[in-house]
């Protein structure tokens, strides 16, 4: 009897090692700038003037497996991932919200493309079916097999994209710091920008950075990671481009007070104060833009954890005209898109 537990020891530790082994060889490691790939999805405009205003929305989609109905076991919940018709009804959903309010510019996050969660199905290609004229995809989560909770969430690839009908010339992937330790760090996002380079009539360009910070860690690593949005969106400015950054913070914004409910996750925050003089930050405070998945929703405030987390910053060659929250009721997705309206200042 020893023997044998001795033996069934010594081969579940050879099995562990293996596994941690395979997946430190296999880790995503991104370089810090890598080119990406630009999807021609339809005639694109020429460069757009100074004067010129662009809209832009927002939009974490909760790799479609975040609606209504779903709770999230990282929030609280105890779902890993919802069935496959979920998905299917989700993604649909938005795809449909997509359409309804149309931009120029679409910033999405939690894109999946095969990933077990959402049992395989290529978001990505789904979107690049709506009628924009480009895309960019650059991946922050690729894990061979993330062996946890139980059951665990398997494989993941996924990541952010950008969707707009202005002209693109270059699309580039910025890999942000990962504030993980081996081995967390091997099933982990590794965040990113996804910078895209719109050449403006004058000569310079307007610069679009779509980011999702950090959101399941201490709060160290996404105040390190927003730095470094800062630090890449003013070297851009000094060279005299337009620089519109939008995403999800995971940061409460200027002027949101949502009702404490539940305190199992907490975001950052962020003032207007925190940015170089004449960056704007532009959020709609009236209006959640995401809610916390330790439950289904219930349609009742009083029992919702709201949030205000979603947003845009602006360098200070740009005048806000409006920006407001779309309210989807998160009927497909536990993030709500925001909308901004921007012009080139002359």
């Known amino acids: 009897m020893l023997k044998w537990l001795v033996t069934a020891?010594?081969?579940?530790?050879?099995?562990?090692?293996?596994?941690?082994?395979?997946?430190?060889?296999?880790?995503?490691?991104?370089?810090?700038?890598?080119?990406?790939?630009?999807?021609?999805?339809?005639?694109?405009?020429?460069?757009?003037?100074?004067?010129?205003?662009?809209?832009?929305?927002?939009?974490?989609?909760?790799?479609?497996?975040?609606?209504?109905?779903?709770?999230?076991?990282?929030?609280?919940g105890k779902m890993v991932r919802p069935s496959k018709q979920a998905i299917q009804t989700n993604l649909a959903g938005i795809y449909q919200d997509i359409l309804a309010n149309p931009a120029q510019v679409y910033f999405v996050q939690e894109v999946d493309v095969d990933s077990r969660r959402s049992y395989g199905t290529d978001q990505k290609a789904k979107l690049e079916t709506l009628d924009f004229a480009n895309a960019a995809f650059a991946t922050n989560f690729k894990s061979m097999f993330t062996p946890y909770p139980f059951?665990?969430?398997?494989k993941v690839d996924s990541g952010l994209m950008t969707l707009t009908n202005l002209e693109v010339t270059q699309a580039d992937r910025y890999s942000l710091t990962v504030p993980f330790n081996w081995p967390v760090r091997l099933f982990n996002l590794k965040r990113c920008l996804l910078v895209e380079r719109v050449p403006v009539q004058d000569g310079r360009e307007l610069v679009l950075i779509?980011?999702?910070?950090?959101?399941?860690?201490?709060?160290?690593?996404?105040?390190?990671?927003?730095?470094?949005?800062?630090?890449?969106?003013?070297?851009?400015?000094?060279?005299?481009?337009?620089?519109?950054?939008?995403?999800?913070?995971?940061?409460t914004l200027p002027g949101v007070d949502f009702p404490e409910i539940d305190t199992t996750w907490q975001p950052g925050e962020i003032q207007a104060g925190d940015l170089p003089e004449g960056w704007t930050i532009a959020n709609d405070p009236a209006v959640a833009t995401s809610r916390l998945n330790n439950h289904p929703l219930t349609g009742d405030p009083a029992t919702t954890q709201l949030f205000g987390i979603d947003g845009f910053i602006l360098s200070p060659n740009l005048t806000v005209e409006a920006v407001h929250t779309l309210d989807l009721g998160f009927t497909f997705a536990?993030?709500?898109?925001?909308?901004?309206?921007?012009?080139?200042?002359r």
């Open 9 to 76: 020891i010594a081969v579940l530790l050879v099995v562990v090692i293996a596994f941690f082994a395979v997946a430190t060889v296999t880790e995503y490691r991104p370089k810090a700038v890598e080119p990406l790939e630009i999807s021609d999805l339809a005639s694109q405009p020429g460069p757009i003037r100074p004067g010129d205003q662009v809209t832009a929305v927002t939009f974490n989609i909760g790799y479609a497996g975040l609606g209504q109905d779903q709770d999230f076991f990282m929030d609280g």
């Open 210 to 251: 779509n980011f999702h910070l950090e959101a399941y860690e201490s709060g160290e690593g996404r105040g390190i990671q927003l730095g470094e949005l800062i630090s890449v969106m003013g070297s851009e400015y000094a060279k005299g481009n337009y620089v519109i950054a939008g995403g999800d913070f995971n940061h």
């Open 151 to 154: 059951p665990p969430i398997g």
């Open 334 to 345: 536990d993030h709500n898109p925001v909308r901004l309206t921007a012009t080139l200042d």
